[in-house]
């Protein structure tokens, strides 16, 4: 500070008889600093012009004039102003040893990356995407995926069944292995919840009888089950049903009989719904050759019938123990008997059924319309309701600038049978990355902004049971700190193709990922199609992602490397390490490539102070839903009704992400306090699309776009097409609560994402 005082001085050409003192004192809060500044006197006043005087010969001290004191004044607030910068940068972005170096070090501007450019001081050890790209494809490559994946098909850990013992163990091993890795936090949390099992005194039983119901032929006594399923005992004729669809009871009358369905397309459950609502008596589920091509004609499979995830005698209450619940039971549970039942087991019935399937089926050449007249079939389903604890297993790596906001990896660990593709696939995935994510933070100095959150989810076989009890359990907080879901389920199932199930905000994001992940067997790029979003899968049931999406709001993505055709083994006694190698004989390979998915996801999500989510992609999928509503004009007028609120409504969505794209491109991206307030608003955009007019415990899945009740846009479009088709069965006074409550929801979320309620623009 001498220096710059006698620099000042020598500028305007005189002694330095006026001196500027500063300090800098750090703020409680640590982002500012308070500066302090006393003037000296310009020079020495005389104090009595009696007393002395001014000797001869000294010549009187020259005064500056008010030009030179603004000079120096300007001079001084400069170099105040960028000493206050400098310290300010450093103890908000730099290492405090960077803060301490010799003045004098040039800032360098690193070239733009493709995720980010940003000011690198020498000597940080910050580390750019590019970097950590080439550094988790390293760490990948030389992973031991395979030897976890063996690890986990042990007899010490299968068969592992929800809450037995082994899957327990399993649990403990998974939390151990958390522990080794140096998570900052490992903890678990236990839910009490209702599954139903095969009764171990009376065996589910299929059987042939004539006409006066006499048995003619036992046909099996099943070793899979279908969990959930209505008990009792039903006989009747037996009608094929294809896939079971619901265009396939449109064109097929199966009441009072039951019926034999194929295992494909849909899940168990939608099934058995589709059945119940054409009023049949219970349902048989059959691997049909012509579908899953296994040499094994009696192999048994294993499912559930819940139309719905989480335990469903506590529905919308989280099972946690000692909770007490009122009496009640999910709407989802089937009031109908089904079962599983080996190929060879529905070739035989077969036999006594007559008509060939249509072609158009593509079944396979056994396959047959209807019994015999004289022919019924018998089935009795005795499973067994049964108490059983779980544990969710949780790591976490906490983040650096925002840790209260974290992204979720998750994986199922239970399964009926060995289940190598069904649950160590996602589970031995979910353990690489927490052991390569974790190595990266303390050895490589990656330093994600958010936190990164590792799931073991029991449960999964019975419908998302332990994921979704969790999600019950924090139901009002979770979707305020978790911005992201990524499922970890069955991501290697084949080599041939790439398929995805993600929410739209994460369709920038994932198209990103593919640019950058090469496929391990023919090196070229995952992306391919510039078209891939239109075929994007929708996410069913059966996919542990469902609940975060459309029960809480959050946004998923789910992928899946798969062959053309399904993975025969999952639900099955075969789905072991042997069988899954033997198919896959790449297996490592594809893994690497998985986990490169998900792991450039993580560090996507987590780099940078902004939330990388793509709000504005909803616009597209409301556009889309008026385009279709459009269709329906000329019958929504017949009504008496008008979309003009909808299209207003719709306008102010697309004129609220607008403003809030433009505020992003002008706000300070490196202030952390500026960016929190503008995440926060772009992750509510997922959780008020769940529509705030239905009960969570009535309508658990809530989201208007991928939920499920009349409240979705799916199903106001459903209701249109019943006016024009099936007059009878159009619910007009449906159809008006339907349009009012999505167009308010849509309304409401544009007004969640302006934030202040005097910049909403509400005239219709």
Same mark, same amino acid.
């Given at each position: 500070?001498?220096?710059?005082?006698?620099?000042?001085?020598?500028?305007?050409?005189?002694?330095?008889?006026?001196?500027?003192?500063?300090?800098?004192?750090?703020?409680?809060?640590?982002?500012?600093?308070?500066?302090?500044?006393?003037?000296?006197?310009?020079?020495?006043?005389?104090?009595?012009?009696?007393?002395?005087?001014?000797?001869?010969?000294?010549?009187?001290?020259?005064?500056?004039?008010?030009?030179?004191?603004?000079?120096?004044?300007?001079?001084?607030?400069?170099?105040?102003?960028?000493?206050?910068?400098?310290?300010?940068?450093?103890?908000?972005?730099?290492?405090?040893?960077?803060?301490?170096?010799?003045?004098?070090?040039?800032?360098?501007?690193?070239?733009?990356?493709?995720?980010?450019?940003?000011?690198?001081?020498?000597?940080?050890? =910050?580390?750019?995407?590019?970097?950590?790209?080439?550094?988790?494809?390293?760490?990948?490559?030389?992973?031991?995926?395979?030897?976890?994946?063996?690890?986990?098909?042990?007899?010490?850990?299968?068969?592992?069944?929800?809450?037995?013992?082994?899957?327990?163990?399993?649990?403990?091993?998974?939390?151990?292995?958390?522990?080794?890795?140096?998570?900052?936090?490992?903890?678990?949390?236990?839910?009490?919840?209702?599954?139903?099992?095969?009764?171990?005194?009376?065996?589910?039983?299929?059987?042939?009888?004539?006409?006066?119901?006499?048995?003619?032929?036992?046909?099996?006594?099943?070793?899979?089950?279908?969990?959930?399923?209505?008990?009792?005992?039903?006989?009747?004729?037996?009608?094929?049903?294809?896939?079971?669809?619901?265009?396939?009871?449109?064109?097929?009358?199966?009441?009072?009989?039951?019926?034999?369905?194929?295992?494909?397309?849909?899940?168990?459950?939608?099934?058995?719904?589709?059945?119940?609502?054409?009023?049949?008596?219970?349902?048989?589920?059959?691997?049909?050759?012509?579908?899953?091509?296994?040499?094994?004609?009696?192999?048994?499979?294993?499912?559930?019938?819940?139309?719905?995830?989480?335990?469903?005698?506590?529905?919308?209450?989280?099972?946690?123990?000692?909770?007490?619940?009122?009496?009640?039971?999910?709407?989802?549970?089937?009031?109908?008997?089904?079962?599983?039942?080996?190929?060879?087991?529905?070739?035989?019935?077969?036999?006594?059924?007559?008509?060939?399937?249509?072609?158009?089926?593509?079944?396979?050449?056994?396959?047959?319309?209807?019994?015999? =007249?004289?022919?019924?079939?018998?089935?009795?389903?005795?499973?067994?309701?049964?108490?059983?604890?779980?544990?969710?297993?949780?790591?976490?790596?906490?983040?650096?600038?925002?840790?209260?906001?974290?992204?979720?990896?998750?994986?199922?660990?239970?399964?009926?049978?060995?289940?190598?593709?069904?649950?160590?696939?996602?589970?031995?995935?979910?353990?690489?990355?927490?052991?390569?994510?974790?190595?990266?933070?303390?050895?490589?100095?990656?330093?994600?902004?958010?936190?990164?959150?590792?799931?073991?989810?029991?449960?999964?076989?019975?419908?998302?049971?332990?994921?979704?009890?969790?999600?019950?359990?924090?139901?009002?907080?979770?979707?305020?700190?978790?911005?992201?879901?990524?499922?970890?389920?069955?991501?290697?199932?084949?080599?041939?193709?790439?398929?995805?199930?993600?929410?739209?905000?994460?369709?920038?994001?994932?198209?990103?990922?593919?640019?950058?992940?090469?496929?391990?067997?023919?090196?070229?790029?995952?992306?391919?199609?510039?078209?891939?979003?239109?075929?994007?899968?929708?996410?069913?049931?059966?996919?542990?992602?469902?609940?975060?999406?459309?029960?809480?709001?959050?946004?998923?993505?789910?992928?899946?490397?798969?062959?053309?055709?399904?993975?025969?083994?999952?639900?099955?006694?075969?789905?072991?390490?042997?069988?899954?190698?033997?198919?896959?004989?790449?297996?490592?390979?594809?893994?690497?490539?998985?986990?490169?998915?998900?792991?450039?996801?993580?560090?996507?999500?987590?780099?940078?102070?902004?939330?990388?989510?793509?709000?504005?992609?909803?616009?597209?999928?409301?556009?889309?839903?008026?385009?279709?509503?459009?269709?329906?004009?000329?019958?929504?007028?017949?009504?008496?009704?008008?979309?003009?609120?909808?299209?207003?409504?719709?306008?102010?969505?697309?004129?609220?992400?607008?403003?809030?794209?433009?505020?992003?491109?002008?706000?300070?991206?490196?202030?952390?306090?500026?960016?929190?307030?503008?995440?926060?608003?772009?992750?509510?955009?997922?959780?008020?699309?769940?529509?705030?007019?239905?009960?969570?415990?009535?309508?658990?899945?809530?989201?208007?776009?991928?939920?499920?009740?009349?409240?979705?846009?799916?199903?106001?479009?459903?209701?249109?097409?019943?006016?024009?088709?099936?007059?009878?069965?159009?619910?007009?006074?449906?159809?008006?609560?339907?349009?009012?409550?999505?167009?308010?929801?849509?309304?409401?979320?544009?007004?969640?994402?302006?934030?202040?309620?005097?910049?909403?623009?509400?005239?219709?």
């Amino acid at each position: 500070m001498d220096q710059a005082r006698s620099a000042i001085s020598n500028l305007f050409g005189g002694e330095p008889l006026s001196y500027t003192r500063f300090s800098l004192a750090r703020q409680v809060d640590g982002d500012t600093s308070h500066v302090e500044m006393k003037l000296a006197a310009d020079e020495e006043e005389n104090v009595d012009s009696n007393v002395g005087g001014n000797p001869a010969g000294v010549r009187k001290p020259r005064r500056c004039n008010g030009i030179c004191y603004s000079a120096i004044a300007v001079a001084l607030f400069f170099l105040i102003g960028f000493m206050i910068g400098y310290l300010g940068y450093c103890k908000r972005d730099l290492p405090k040893a960077v803060c301490e170096a010799v003045p004098g070090i040039e800032a360098t501007l690193m070239p733009e990356d493709a995720e980010t450019s940003e000011i690198e001081i020498p000597g940080t050890t =910050h580390l750019f995407f590019g970097d950590l790209k080439k550094l988790l494809a390293q760490k990948v490559n030389n992973g031991e995926f395979t030897n976890v994946i063996r690890k986990l098909n042990e007899d010490t850990y299968i068969p592992r069944e929800a809450g037995s013992e082994k899957e327990e163990s399993l649990a403990l091993f998974i939390e151990r292995k958390f522990i080794d890795f140096n998570l900052n936090r490992v903890w678990r949390d236990e839910h009490y919840v209702k599954t139903q099992v095969k009764s171990s005194t009376t065996p589910n039983s299929v059987a042939i009888v004539d006409g006066n119901g006499t048995t003619v032929s036992q046909v099996e006594n099943p070793e899979g089950y279908v969990a959930y399923s209505r008990t009792g005992t039903v006989t009747g004729r037996l009608v094929h049903a294809n896939f079971g669809t619901k265009t396939d009871f449109e064109s097929i009358p199966v009441a009072g009989s039951l019926v034999i369905v194929r295992a494909g397309k849909i899940t168990f459950a939608e099934k058995v719904a589709n059945a119940e609502s054409a009023n049949a008596t219970g349902v048989l589920i059959y691997m049909d050759n012509a579908d899953y091509t296994i040499p094994e004609a009696q192999l048994s499979i294993f499912g559930h019938a819940h139309l719905g995830t989480g335990d469903p005698y506590t529905p919308g209450f989280p099972s946690f123990n000692h909770t007490q619940f009122p009496p009640s039971q999910s709407s989802g549970l089937p009031n109908i008997p089904v079962q599983t039942i080996a190929r060879s087991t529905a070739e035989e019935l077969f036999d006594i059924m007559e008509q060939e399937c249509p072609p158009v089926w593509k079944a396979h050449t056994t396959c047959k319309r209807q019994s015999l =007249h004289d022919k019924n079939v018998k089935l009795a389903v005795n499973n067994v309701l049964k108490e059983t604890k779980i544990l969710n297993i949780f790591g976490v790596i906490k983040g650096f600038e925002d840790p209260d906001h974290y992204v979720i990896l998750g994986a199922q660990r239970d399964a009926w049978g060995p289940g190598a593709a069904k649950s160590s696939v996602g589970t031995a995935l979910l353990l690489e990355l927490a052991r390569i994510l974790s190595d990266m933070v303390l050895k490589d100095g990656f330093k994600p902004s958010r936190s990164i959150v590792f799931a073991s989810w029991s449960a999964g076989e019975f419908g998302a049971v332990g994921a979704t009890e969790w999600l019950e359990g924090y139901l009002s907080t979770l979707h305020l700190k978790a911005f992201t879901y990524i499922n970890l389920d069955k991501a290697v199932l084949g080599t041939n193709s790439f398929k995805i199930a993600a929410s739209p905000l994460l369709y920038s994001l994932i198209e990103k990922t593919m640019q950058d992940v090469n496929h391990p067997l023919t090196g070229l790029s995952l992306y391919q199609d510039s078209n891939w979003v239109s075929k994007v899968e929708q996410l069913s049931f059966d996919n542990a992602a469902y609940p975060f999406l459309a029960y809480s709001g959050i946004p998923v993505v789910s992928f899946c490397f798969c062959a053309e055709k399904d993975y025969p083994y999952l639900g099955t006694t075969q789905d072991t390490y042997n069988t899954l190698i033997k198919r896959i004989p790449q297996l490592g390979k594809m893994a690497s490539a998985a986990m490169e998915v998900a792991g450039q996801l993580v560090i996507r999500l987590t780099l940078d102070l902004e939330l990388n989510l793509d709000y504005e992609r909803y616009n597209d999928k409301i556009l889309s839903f008026i385009k279709d509503m459009n269709q329906f004009r000329r019958d929504i007028k017949d009504m008496g009704l008008s979309l003009q609120w909808l299209y207003s409504a719709r306008g102010d969505f697309f004129r609220a992400t607008s403003r809030l794209k433009t505020e992003l491109n002008n706000v300070e991206k490196a202030n952390k306090f500026i960016m929190k307030e503008m995440n926060d608003r772009i992750m509510k955009v997922e959780y008020h699309f769940l529509s705030p007019y239905v009960s969570p415990k009535d309508s658990p899945f809530r989201h208007i776009f991928w939920g499920s009740g009349s409240h979705t846009l799916s199903a106001l479009l459903e209701n249109l097409k019943l006016r024009q088709k099936k007059r009878d069965a159009f619910n007009e006074t449906l159809l008006r609560n339907q349009l009012a409550l999505a167009t308010w929801t849509i309304q409401g979320a544009a007004n969640a994402l302006v934030q202040n309620i005097w910049d909403i623009d509400n005239e219709f």
